[in-house]
């Protein structure tokens, strides 16, 4: 047979096995080596729910897929072109993700009777019982191959075959023409000083899997995916909590006043709190709280002592969080409050995603206590909708619920490192001496922000606290302050909107159909609508970053479209806050809580439905 090397646009790959046979790192590995290529890459972990599920059971299967392309990429693909099962487990949970083209990798080493039983197959031919046969599937003894790699490396038996990632990473990169030198890099800085052995023995087991693929006849082609065309500049691949952590790190720096972090580790959301810890010398001070209120307690203390405060969560600390959201708000000082939402409620299904706290972080609060909302859209833009969180609660003194998600957080991309000098300044309303007595509640007339003055500033004492106050600080229960202050704080937020950007469309400014969404399922509506438009199709989409107070221009781009389907990851959260804001619009709308993203073909589906 022939060998052939076919250059292909794009690719997905998902490598699935148990939560400890290391498929998290394999699919990272990939997708950091083909985007230091320059690839574009969309990446989706999806961690089991289970801390300790039973060993070989679906429950504990762990995935990775990334979808690699030379073109611009925004999902990381609905279907596989390549699955990697180490597992009839791995196999049983995601044989429906692969194409009917696909390939199919399997250990067969851990395909005996007993896993298969445990599975929950009911005949030993797995691949039958899926009705996979015709899928070009590779049986490899990989336990074993890779057991022989390292049988004098002098490691145990345990340690070696927990190298077989290694090997069947290698065995990709023979498939799909990755360089092993990137991976290489990271052995030798990840192994350097704690076990210099561990170098040449990933590195062998790598080129030994890479050699075995080379040489079986299974695979009969291997596969070119060139370079993308990306605009001049450095890139790095960077997760949604990762970029999230940077820009408010950037928004600290931009504004010349140190980042305190308060925060209690809950998933998703713990590698924010844990990638602002290893930058103390950025002027990040990080504090894990004992639970969700003191993480949000202690921040608000930062922000009343001059500090740039910060908390993480995710949906249930949300919850727990929710009293002390009202003290910042009526106190009025800066404060981020970032929830990266998983799939509820309660502990729900903690590492999936989905978009179900946005009516708590609309309404989730005691009295009449509005918040600020600002939504990221891609692993990415993390870090842009981090660092205007932060100027716009520096900015206007207030705090400000910063949405990510689980897809994003976990996800990652290539980012552009920006330069900060195109980043615009951060100037909060900081006072150091006053005329007379200092009036804590005495407002700016453009933005209604109060100054921040913090303690050790002689003559501007204050008093501040969730009692309500009158203008000049002194608690007060007159009915007529209390409603004043109440509207002040409400119209505070909503001349927020003469300081966002105006909403965008993408596509024809009117037409049939405007597609509208918010948060992490950008990418799959805006390839959803390029197909609509490549077929010629009258749609548009609307991707609301911005959500309290909506753009400015909102109405103006909903009375241009004939019919408006909101599509959004919960029972129907934004098209609700839509009816009560715009009420002079028929929605429609497309929702899905599975704990999974969308599928592209779903929305071109629902969207067909009402053309």
């Keep these: 047979m022939q060998h052939k090397v076919i250059d292909t646009q794009d690719v997905v790959i998902r490598f699935a096995g148990d939560s400890g046979d290391g498929m998290q790192l394999t699919g990272t590995l990939f997708a950091d080596a083909s985007a230091l290529y320059g690839n574009e890459i969309s990446t989706f972990p999806d961690y089991p729910a289970e801390i300790r599920a039973p060993h070989g059971t679906v429950s504990g299967v762990s995935g990775f897929q990334v979808h690699v392309g030379s073109e611009e990429i925004n999902t990381p693909g609905d279907f596989c072109d390549v699955l990697v099962a180490m597992n009839p487990a791995a196999l049983r949970a995601n044989a429906k993700w ?79 023409n990755r360089p092993l030198e990137y991976t290489h890099a990271y052995l030798e800085k990840k192994f350097r000083k704690k076990n210099p052995q561990m170098i040449e023995t990933n590195k062998k087991v790598l080129f030994d899997g890479y050699n075995y693929a080379s040489n079986i006849h299974a695979i009969a082609n291997t596969y070119t995916i060139q370079p993308a065309h990306q605009e001049k500049g450095t890139y790095r691949n960077i997760s949604g909590n990762q970029a999230t952590a940077w820009g408010l790190i950037a ?30 010398n950025l002027n990040v001070k990080t504090l894990q709280a004992e ?10 203390g930062a922000a009343y002592a001059g500090n740039f405060a910060v908390t993480t969560t ?29 799939s509820g409620p309660s502990t729900g299904i903690p590492t999936k995603t989905e978009q179900t706290d946005l009516n708590q972080a609309l309404y989730g609060r005691n009295g009449e206590c509005p918040i600020a909302i600002i939504a990221a859209h891609s692993p990415s833009h993390c870090f842009d909708a981090a660092f205007y969180a932060g100027k716009y609660a520096m900015e206007h003194m207030m ?64 008093r501040i606290g969730g009692l309500e106050k009158n203008t000049e600080g002194v608690i007060s229960s007159d009915p007529l302050n209390h409603e004043k202050m109440c509207a002040e704080r409400a119209e505070k937020i909503a001349r927020l909107a003469n300081y966002i950007p105006e909403q965008e469309v993408i596509g024809a400014k009117e037409g049939e159909v405007l597609i509208v969404g918010w948060g992490g399922t950008f990418g799959h509506l805006y390839t959803a609508v390029k197909e609509f438009h490549a077929e010629g199709k009258s749609v548009s989409l609307a991707h609301f970053d911005y959500i309290n107070p909506l753009p400015k221009n909102t109405d ?25 804001k715009l009420p002079q619009y028929d929605y429609l709308q497309y929702n899905k809580v599975q704990g999974q993203p969308f599928i592209v073909k779903e929305i071109v589906d629902a969207v067909n439905n009402i053309l």
């Design 314 to 342: 995710s949906g249930p600390g949300l919850s727990l969080k929710s009293e002390a959201m009202g003290l910042a708000m009526i106190t009025e000082l800066p404060l981020v409050i970032v929830d990266v939402q998983r």
């Design 556 to 580: 103006e781009i909903f009375s241009h479209f004939k019919k408006i389907i909101v599509c959004e990851l919960n029972s129907g959260h934004f098209v609700n806050y839509l009816r009560a």
């Design 251 to 280: 928004a600290s720096e931009k504004s010349g006043l140190p980042l305190f972090c308060g925060s209690y580790p809950i998933t998703p959301a713990t590698a924010i709190l844990e990638e602002l810890a290893i930058h103390k």
């Design 399 to 462: 705090p400000v619920i910063l949405l990510s998600e689980g897809f994003l957080g976990n996800g990652s991309e290539p980012w552009k490192i920006p330069s900060m000098k195109d980043y615009p300044a951060i100037k909060p309303p900081v006072i150091d001496s006053c005329e007379g007595p200092y009036k804590p509640y005495q407002r700016d007339p453009e933005t209604l922000a109060r100054s921040w003055a913090w303690p050790g500033k002689a003559g501007l004492e204050h």
């Design 291 to 300: 639970d969700e209120i003191a993480g949000i307690c202690t921040a608000i």
């Design 98 to 176: 692969a194409k009917a083209t696909a390939t199919i990798i399997v250990d067969t080493d851990t395909f005996d009777e007993a896993n298969i039983e445990r599975a929950g197959f009911k005949t030993q031919d797995p691949f039958a019982e899926l009705k996979i046969e015709d899928r070009n599937i590779i049986l490899s003894p990989i336990t074993t191959l890779t057991k022989e790699s390292l049988k004098d490396s002098g490691l145990d038996i345990k340690a070696i075959v927990r190298c077989k990632n290694m090997f069947t990473l290698g065995m990709c990169f023979f498939m799909f």
